[in-house]
């Protein structure tokens, strides 16, 4: 059974620009995304021609300066349009975030020369990035990456692993953390690596539970060399850039999580409308009333807590705090509504036929990427009482 498209959500936008940027956003969504989505994930199928059309349209960039190709939009904007993606397939909405992610460092951090030559490919010229922090034996633990950049002249040599990869093998280019000085976070340094640099490969994508169109991979870095124009930042602060790009993105992810719920939660309103038993509705029955009540207040006041810290970043205030409290309510809202989707759907949930089960299986990751929500619940504890004492 194809999958239903989700209902138009009643959105408080702030300008008529964004409001019809979320009507172009949501008619690609209808037209090209969640036709094919069901079909491409059970077949473990990237939808690159995809991510082109979006590159086109201007939604790869979008809270970007446009004096470089960016969409100059407000988070609280940007965020709405992940999740709106995300509601028809999560690959896609997901892809956009980690595009975004890995564009960060040279918008926020690049000298001008460098994001004058690179940010117009990377925001709207069809390119696709990668972000490259995790290592085999790095990953919550992200200070002890063992990447290592040495200098060779004006260039530098790179070696070593990156693990967990969304996009790796795929991607155009490579925002790489890399150590070039003393253990810990002191000594890493970020650097903007081509996607055909030699030396650089990708791993067979790992198999995966979930999310089977968005190749995740091990890149390995032989000795890749790139220049010294593409170190972005000062030597040793690419551990800041990494930890300001992830405040970011784990709202990206709440949004697209957000987006996964939604869809769940239209799914199974759409089945427990239409499915009879007893002579009615099952939307009828009291238990289930209140299932899909929970549901929905979930559901918005993730979107809620997500929408409140953006608009703190978009004003320039400190939100780290607020963006972990985000992506841990709402990946476990995501992961508490598509549970209870199938659970609505009984039998039918559980079989391919329906999109629920795709819905539960994607939303799992959501709670390990990008920090995991243990890792989230330490970084709203240290706002909140301070560091751990030793």
């Known amino acids: 059974m194809p999958d239903r498209a989700p209902q138009p959500v009643d959105r408080q936008l702030p300008t008529d620009e964004a409001r019809d940027l979320i009507s172009l956003v949501r008619d690609i969504a209808q037209r090209e995304v969640a036709p094919q989505a069901a079909e491409e994930e059970d077949a473990g199928r990237f939808p690159r021609e995809l991510f082109t059309l979006l590159s086109e349209s201007g939604l790869l960039g979008l809270p970007y300066d446009a004096e470089y190709g960016g969409g ?3 988070y609280e904007v940007y965020l709405q349009v992940l999740e ?3 509601a028809a397939r999560l690959t896609v909405g997901l892809g956009v975030s980690v595009h975004t992610l890995a564009s960060y460092a040279l918008a926020a951090y690049g000298a001008k020369e460098q994001q004058a030559e690179h940010l117009p490919a990377m925001l709207g010229g069809g390119l696709l990035g990668a972000y490259c922090l995790s290592e085999p034996a790095s990953g919550s633990d992200a200070a002890s990456l063992r990447t290592r950049a040495v200098r060779d002249g004006g260039d530098w040599v790179i070696t070593g692993t990156k693990a967990w990869i969304t996009h790796g093998g795929i991607a155009d280019f490579y925002t790489v953390m890399a150590r070039t000085g003393e253990e810990g976070p002191r000594g ?3 650097f903007l690596v081509p996607g055909d640099a030699e030396g650089l490969s990708a791993a067979v994508p790992e198999k995966k539970m979930g999310m089977k169109g968005s190749p995740t991979a091990q ?6 060399r790139v220049p010294d124009a593409r170190r972005v930042g000062e030597e040793g602060q690419g551990f800041a850039i990494a930890l300001s790009a992830l405040d970011g993105g784990r709202l990206g992810i709440a949004a697209c999580a957000i987006g996964l719920a939604q869809a769940a939660l239209d799914e199974a309103l759409g089945y427990a409308t239409e499915r009879r ?5 099952i939307a009828d029955f009291q238990g289930l009333r209140f299932m899909l009540a929970d549901m929905a207040t979930q559901i918005e006041a993730g979107r809620a807590l997500y929408l409140a810290a953006a608009r703190l970043r978009d004003a320039g205030r400190p939100f780290a705090k607020q963006a972990a409290m985000a992506k841990l309510h709402c990946t476990d809202t995501a992961m508490r509504v598509t549970t209870d989707a199938v659970q609505i ?3 039918y949930g559980y079989t391919a036929d329906f999109p629920a089960e795709r819905y539960l299986r994607e939303a ?3 709670q390990i990427v ?3 929500n243990q890792i989230q619940r330490m970084v709203i504890a240290r706002h909140l009482a301070g560091p751990e004492t030793r």
């Open 72 to 74: 100059d939009q407000p």
């Open 84 to 86: 709106e993606l995300a």
């Open 188 to 190: 890493i340094t970020a």
């Open 219 to 224: 890149v390995h870095l032989d000795g890749v």
């Open 277 to 281: 038993q007893f002579g009615k509705p």
């Open 345 to 347: 759907l009984g039998g």
């Open 364 to 366: 799992k990751v959501l």
């Open 370 to 372: 990008e920090g995991t």
